[in-house]
Nanobody, 123 residues
Framework: QVQLVESGGGLVQPGGSLRLSCAAS????????MGWYRQAPGKQRELVAF???????NYADSAKGRFTISRDNAKSTVDLQMNSLKPEDSAVYYC?????????????????WGQGTQVTVSS
């Protein structure tokens, strides 16, 4: 039974930072690619970043230079450090895992999803 649990969301002012964390349990291991997605009200779910089993990362254009995805295989966690946050970053952020080593920009390529954590960027 795979379980992904996100934490770290909240309310932050524009320009601020947040660090999201995803704790994985079950059969998820260092051999699984992991990703962070987000969905704002009225919008489609979109990729924020993914990290492969080898540690290769990929970011959406909107996240490049501001967000950093990382994983700690010993702790089975994947973090998303978000800096210079903007109001348009407000969304529910989801952690996702694949049964493969390589990441994907396609959300249906991910096999497991967390419940999400709300991020609100507002003054």
């Amino acid at each position: 039974q795979v379980q992904l649990v996100e934490s770290g969301g909240g309310l932050v002012q524009p320009g601020g930072s947040l660090r999201l964390s995803c704790a994985a349990s079950g059969s998820i291991s260092s051999g699984n690619a992991m990703g962070w997605y987000r969905q704002a009200p009225g919008k489609q779910r979109e990729l924020v970043a993914f990290i492969t089993s080898r540690g290769t990362t990929n970011y959406a254009d909107s996240a490049k230079g501001r967000f950093t995805i990382s994983r700690d295989n010993a702790k089975s966690t994947v973090d998303l450090q978000m800096n210079s946050l903007k109001p348009e970053d407000s969304a529910v952020y989801y952690c996702a895992a694949r049964e493969f080593q390589d990441g994907s920009t396609w959300d249906r390529a991910y096999d497991y999803w967390g419940q999400g954590t709300q991020v609100t960027v507002s003054s």
